[in-house]
């Protein structure tokens, strides 16, 4: 996939993203290459040109109006420059043959407006942005974005079909604490058009109704927006970038290109999820930052005599199930009151060990999580999760278990409850597979659940009653009169005798 600079309402200043692909140039046929960059003024500006050798793959960044060593032979050449008046955003893309010291310019004058809107129009109170990026139809990494102000973008013809052009528009409201965004883009195939002049329908837009709360994260967060091309690389993914910034709690609404988006949320932590789908005139709901965030994920499989942890996170959002990179802990396994493994990790450190078991027995796997660098008064600060499993280690298969994810019922945007009221949680029973088909899984069912709640971080457990009703566990919970956090634990046992135990400390508040 490629990446430059994303669409915005304001002149972006170039940030390319392919900054591998170091230079690897024998001494034989040496060249040199200076690419002039001019502004709409035909004066010399500053801007990194991409340069890729169609026979060597070779790629590289180099600096415009300066001499660079090259050795000789075709190159794809992309660049985005802003102009002399800090306002006017320029993108181009042509080849160039490089025989000795060789010169070729982009020049801002010979550039034509891309004028790209919203049909029918969002309305009146919005910032609109365009952006374009030059591409190559072979998929090299010689492309380049830029993003301005409406009126101010402009592109450099090319008739190349070696060249495409995607071009796109954001509306954004100036306001950081409410309003719709809105973007689309499309895509010109064949050759930089001589100007651009798009209107592009709502139609084919599909709108994501975004719900974040705040008490797991708090203050200031940004939501990324990707789209993701359907098959290999596509230049539209460098126009189908969206960051929001928004205040906790918030609900916003976003309307982009039909098609697979991933999504994620960066406050104090970092939460996401995986590619999804949205068709064109639909609307998909994205619930964020509820309570609770705790243990979920993969359960943990045997392979070939070794334990494998599986993919699991100390403190999953509900929706955005991968992220929690504050989390620090320890994750330890026994069997047979010994300990076979322990390791403490740090934030954002990936634990793959893949210790080996001595055979087929009784395993206990206990991981806890803490996390750190979160302002006070932060929910869903600590968590643990203990996995008691039969484990038989000549065959490759994924252990029984289930997983306990608490969701309280009826908080506020800030994830609290009122003071001397009952809060319904739900018991949600995960068990997800590895997604390898040669990872066997085994059949499993729900025995028996147990469930506690502690008003004072767990000094006292209180047992509260879990109720099996229409295919949903759930429990109810006294919340204190005198306000303050709710900590919950439950014990899942299965038809195998198999059992987990997860707790969440200050899950969520009361006031």
């Not at 669409?7 to 002039?36: D, E, H, N």
């Not at 010689?142 to 495409?164: R, V």
């Not at 604490?177 to 010109?188: E, V, Y």
């Not at 429990?475 to 299965?494: E, F, I, Y």
């Amino acid at each position: 996939m490629r990446r430059t600079t994303a669409v915005a309402s304001a002149v972006a200043i170039l940030v390319p993203v392919f900054l591998g692909g170091a230079s690897t140039a024998s001494a034989a046929g040496k060249g040199a290459l200076t690419v002039r960059t001019l502004d709409r003024s035909g004066k010399p500006v500053y801007a990194q040109v991409a340069v890729y050798n169609t026979k060597t793959d070779d790629f590289r960044y180099i600096e415009g109006n300066k001499k660079t060593s090259l050795p000789n032979g075709s190159y794809e050449l992309a660049t985005s420059f802003v102009g002399g008046n800090s306002e006017d955003g320029v993108v181009g893309g042509h080849s160039v043959k490089v025989s000795g010291a060789t010169t070729t310019t982009f020049d801002a004058r010979k550039g034509r407006a891309v004028k790209v809107s919203l049909s029918p129009s969002p309305g009146s109170g919005y910032d609109h942005g365009v952006g374009a990026a030059v591409c190559t139809t072979d998929n090299s990494p010689a492309t380049m974005s830029m993003s301005a102000a409406a009126g101010h973008l402009y592109a450099i013809p090319n008739s190349s079909k070696a060249y495409e052009l995607s071009y796109g528009t954001t509306y954004e409201p100036p306001s950081t604490t409410g309003g719709d965004f809105w973007l689309a883009s499309a895509t010109h195939r064949s050759g930089v058009p001589s100007g651009v002049s798009a209107k592009l329908r709502r139609s084919g837009l599909t709108t994501l109704k975004v719900s974040a709360r705040s008490g797991p994260d708090s203050g200031q967060a940004q939501f990324s927006f990707n789209g993701e091309p359907a098959g290999g690389s596509d230049c539209s993914s460098a126009m189908d970038i969206l960051d929001v910034q928004r205040d906790l709690p918030n609900s916003f609404g976003v309307h982009v290109p039909a098609g697979q988006w991933s999504v994620s949320q960066q406050g104090h932590d970092f939460v996401y999820d995986g590619v999804h789908t949205y068709a064109a005139g639909k609307t998909a709901s994205l619930a964020l930052g509820r309570a609770v965030w705790g243990p979920g994920g993969q359960l943990p499989y045997t392979w070939y005599h070794r334990l494998y942890f599986g993919n699991d996170n100390p403190f999953a959002d509900p929706t955005f199930t991968a992220g929690g990179i504050l989390a620090s802990g320890t994750l330890k396994l026994t069997h047979a009151g010994k300990t076979l493994y322990s390791h403490k990790y740090s934030p954002s450190q990936e634990v793959d060990a893949q210790p080996r078991i001595p055979g087929s027995g009784w395993y206990t796997v206990t991981e806890t999580g803490h996390r750190g660098q979160l302002p006070a008064g932060s929910l869903s600060t600590s968590s643990s999760l203990s996995l008691h499993f039969y484990a038989d280690a000549g065959k490759n298969q994924q252990i029984r278990d289930y997983i306990a994810r608490f969701r309280p019922e009826a908080l506020s945007s800030r994830n609290r409850a009122v003071a001397g009221s009952t809060t319904t949680v739900d018991l949600g029973m995960q068990r997800l597979g590895t997604d390898d088909s040669t990872i066997g899984r085994l059949s499993d069912g729900v025995k028996s659940v147990r469930a506690w709640y502690t008003t004072d971080n767990g000094a006292h457990w209180h047992a509260t009653t879990a109720k099996l009703s229409g295919g949903k566990w759930t429990t109810a919970v006294h919340n204190p009169a005198s306000g303050g956090r709710v900590g919950l634990r439950s014990t899942v046992t299965d038809t195998h005798g198999d059992s987990s135990t997860t707790t969440v400390y200050n899950a969520y508040a009361v006031s």
